[in-house]
């Protein structure tokens, strides 16, 4: 039991340290009053220390950002929902499917992802175009606009327009890339609900809050 809490711990790092202990704690008590001596035997009950882990690591990142929604200090939301996402991700993946329902669950989430990737990465596609376009128009009107005072003009100008649409445009960027993303972290919590389902420890109702 003590290599098991030994590797679960390694594992947990990128909790808090008060969080690190209630984990451990909580399931070392609960596998001594279960009398599950042996690895074999924690193993068997909670999962290897590999998904607990990462079970654990994706509650805890759930329950932060609900936390941090109802309280609207979200400073960081793209970046806390983009962890959180990834955290369901490790924890779905590495979580034993043998409903033949939660397999087309699984294929749905990872569809998914795929296509808020595809979306996140056709607004970027078009975000260099306009750049790359407006620079090109600059750098051309530039180089013909002593030869050719009008031309030059035309292109200059083209490559300012870019330039101001892609200022003007950015909040409404930065505005879709954060509703795909958080659009995506609210899917993929409520497929992780219907996936990862509580272990024996929690249902014994002494599990984390979530």
């Known amino acids: 039991m003590n290599d098991y809490i030994e590797e679960l711990k390694a594992m947990l790092t990128q909790l808090g340290a008060q969080e690190q ?106 975000g260099f175009g306009v750049i790359f376009g407006g620079l090109v128009s600059l750098v051309t009107g530039l180089g013909v606009v002593s030869n050719n005072f009008w031309v030059g003009i035309f292109y200059l100008g083209v490559g300012l327009i870019a330039a101001g649409a892609i200022i003007m445009l950015i909040p409404a960027f930065r505005g879709l890339v954060d509703g795909v993303i958080h659009g995506i972290t609210v899917f993929s919590k409520w497929m992780y609900s219907k996936i990862v389902k509580k272990n024996r420890a929690e249902k014994h109702g002494r599990g984390q809050q979530k």
């Open 21 to 126: 202990s209630d984990v451990l704690d909580f399931y070392t008590e609960y596998l001594q009053d279960g009398q599950f001596v042996t690895y074999t035997d924690c193993v068997r009950e909670l999962g290897t220390p590999r998904q607990l882990a990462r079970k654990v690591l994706a509650d805890y990142s759930i329950k932060n950002l609900n936390t941090a929604s109802q309280s609207g200090s979200r400073a960081n939301k793209p970046k806390d929902d983009v962890k959180t996402i990834w955290l369901i991700a490790l924890a779905v993946l590495s979580t034993p499917i043998t409903i033949p329902l939660a397999f087309g669950a699984v294929g749905l989430f990872i569809a998914a992802i795929a296509v808020a990737v595809g979306i996140l990465a056709a607004i970027f596609g078009v």
